[in-house]
Structure formats: structure tokens, C-alpha cells
């Protein structure tokens, strides 16, 4: 299949799920027990994936230390609570403190 046939497959597969989204989303109830469900299911996924990023990491994450590792999620959740849940700027602080540990190395 060429590349262009296989993009437009996909976008119009894509589009086709996301239409059907919005015209069932007006009849859905978001404080259902379902969407509940949904949204733990959700947030434990992504504690999930951030927990082995910090314990298990590949790539250029596993070039730091565990303790430089856990340090940049300590500064990036400190930052996000006193910044009244800001995530930009938790997510900004955590990436500031991994970049400098790499350069400086373990403190």
C-alpha cells in the first residue's frame, strides 16, 4: 500500500471513532460510575508509567543515578504544589533540575 493511501486510511478511520465520540458524548452521563472507572484506571497507568521511568529507565534517562533520578521528582512535585498545581511549572522544574544533574553530575 502506498504511504499516502495508508495515511489516508488512517486519518479517516481516525476521524470515522472521533465523530462517532462526539455523537454519543451529549447522551453520556461524565459522573457515571463507568467514567470513573475510566479516569482510575487512567491516573494508576500513568503512575504506572512514571514510577518505571524513574526505577526502571532506558534511554538517556538511564544515565543518571537513581537519587538524581528521584531528586528531580521531589523539586518537580515540590514546585507543582506550591505553585497551586501548576503543571507547566512542575514539569518545567523537573526537567531543569534533570538537565542540570546531568551537566554538574552527583552532587
Given at each position: 500500500m502506498a504511504p499516502m493511501a495508508a495515511l489516508g486510511v488512517a486519518a479517516a478511520v481516525t476521524y470515522f471513532w472521533r465523530g462517532v465520540?462526539?455523537?454519543v458524548s451529549g447522551k453520556m452521563?461524565?459522573?457515571?460510575?463507568?467514567?470513573?472507572?475510566?479516569?482510575c484506571v487512567a491516573y494508576a497507568l500513568?503512575?504506572?508509567?512514571?514510577?518505571?521511568?524513574?526505577l526502571l529507565p532506558i534511554g538517556p534517562l538511564?544515565?543518571?543515578?537513581?537519587?538524581?533520578?528521584?531528586?528531580?521528582?521531589?523539586?518537580?512535585?515540590a514546585v507543582f504544589f506550591l505553585t497551586r498545581k501548576n503543571l507547566l511549572a512542575g514539569v518545567t522544574a523537573g526537567a531543569v533540575a534533570l538537565v542540570l544533574m546531568?551537566?554538574?553530575g552527583p552532587l
Open positions: 465520540g462526539v455523537a452521563d461524565k459522573d457515571s460510575a463507568i467514567f470513573r472507572w475510566v479516569t500513568l503512575a504506572g508509567l512514571i514510577a518505571r521511568m524513574i538511564a544515565e543518571l543515578g537513581l537519587e538524581q533520578r528521584a531528586g528531580a521528582t521531589i523539586i518537580s512535585l546531568a551537566k554538574l
